[in-house]
């Protein structure tokens, strides 16, 4: 499947009225904040449409960068990727960050103890 065709069912996708995210979840995640007291129909329907358009988006610009065009896979990596590289996905960098081996990590603290007693 090619870019452009993918495309093309992001683009029908966002076109239908009908929506593949469950509005049950999103009520429940939207009624977990303090300051919610009563939500509109319409706005958990614009609310989920809009969760679900951004997800599309975040997908398809993460395929469109990633690695996985040539066996037609989207993996964390590519998301992370993509959250870290664009402007527009930086908020998202805490959520989605960079896998690093256990070796690695623990490299890059010790020697970060070592330029703290250096001080």
Do not use: W
Not at 46 to 74: D, I
Not at 89 to 96: E, H, S, V
Request: aromatic share 6%; charged share 30%; proline share 3%.
């Amino acid at each position: 499947m090619s870019g452009k065709n993918m495309e093309e069912k992001v683009e029908q996708a966002t076109n239908r009225k009908n929506i593949s995210l469950p509005m049950s979840r999103v009520r429940l995640i939207m009624k977990s904040s303090p300051d919610v007291s009563c939500i509109n129909q319409d706005a958990l329907f614009l609310t989920t449409k809009a969760t679900e358009l951004f997800v599309q988006h975040l997908a398809l610009s993460s395929y469109k960068n990633g690695s996985g065009k040539e066996t037609n896979t989207l993996s964390y990596s590519d998301l992370a990727n993509a959250a870290e590289e664009s402007e527009t996905f930086q908020f998202l960098t805490d959520i989605l960050p960079k896998k690093i081996l256990a070796r690695e990590y623990l490299k890059s603290l010790e020697e970060m103890e070592k330029d703290d007693d250096n001080l």
